[in-house]
């Protein structure tokens, strides 16, 4: 099994910055396969923000955050970060560390392997 344990989420204002991390764990775990973050909003579906590979590269589904987040994963220590500048009170929400197995790739379709539980990032304006 799999565990994905994030921190970093608080309550901030507007225009501040968070760095949120997910430490993964578990007999099969591969850094081999994508990491992503999602988030949901009170009263919103939950959306895919931004989804790193094995070797780095990143790929964002969540146009509004373009610019001001930056996925990055340190595979030594099996690390996601998702470093958050800018920050809009429209970015509040509850945010989710998700992995998927070796070489299988993270979409906005389909349901990730492993998930975290969950961060709380509130910003105030």
């Known amino acids: 099994q799999v565990q994905l344990v994030e921190s970093g989420g608080g309550l901030v204002q507007s225009g501040d910055s968070l760095r949120l991390s997910c430490a993964a764990s578990g007999r099969t775990f591969s850094s081999r396969g994508d990491m992503g973050w999602f988030r949901q909003a009170p009263g919103k579906e939950r959306e895919l923000v931004q989804v790193?590979?094995?070797?780095?590269?990143?790929?964002y589904y969540t146009d509004s955050v373009k610019g001001r987040f930056t996925i990055s994963r340190d595979n030594a220590k099996n690390t996601v970060y998702l470093q958050m500048n800018s920050l809009k009170p429209e970015d509040t929400a509850v945010y989710y560390c998700?992995?998927?197995?070796?070489?299988?790739?993270?979409?906005?379709?389909?349901?990730?392997?492993?998930w975290g539980q969950g961060t709380q990032v509130t910003v105030s304006s």
């Open positions: 790193i590979n094995w070797s780095g590269a990143s790929t």
């Open positions: 998700a992995a998927n197995r070796p070489y299988e790739r993270m979409s906005p379709y389909v349901e990730p392997a492993y």
